[in-house]
């Protein structure tokens, strides 16, 4: 095997375990609504909720959270990153700010972790109000 080729085999080698060790740490969050049950929340107020965040894997994961709302919604709590600990569980406390125009009817509300190595959505759930 020449040099060159031998470059080539280790750099594949080393981007394949680069790779592994994402879709490991990607695998590793799981997410789920506190409560499976829907909130009854008036125009104009702030809901609040929660989400439980448990790391399956053996590293430290960072991850970036993100909420999906309705057209108007604002989120004000529930934004900074989350570092979780190997086999750890931790508590994510969103609010979201209801518009007093809203209409009532039931509206579903997104929340998904990427981590910090992964850009795309790890884990997903959903709570209705």
Avoid: C, H
């Amino acid at each position: 095997m020449n040099a060159r080729l031998a470059l080539a085999a280790s750099v594949a080698l080393a981007f394949a375990a680069m790779a592994t060790d994402a879709r490991a740490q990607s695998g590793a969050l799981t997410i789920r609504a506190a409560s499976g049950e829907s909130m009854r929340i008036d125009a104009g107020s702030v809901a609040t909720s929660s989400f439980t965040v448990k790391n399956n894997g053996a590293d430290t994961v960072r991850a970036t959270p993100n909420l999906v709302v309705p057209r108007g919604w604002t989120v004000v709590m529930g934004g900074a990153p989350l570092v979780i600990a190997p086999g750890a569980m931790d508590t994510w406390l969103v609010g979201i700010a209801i518009p007093s125009g809203a209409a009532a009817q039931s509206y579903v509300v997104r929340a998904s972790l990427a981590t910090a190595r992964d850009s795309e959505r790890t884990s997903a759930d959903s709570i209705v109000v």
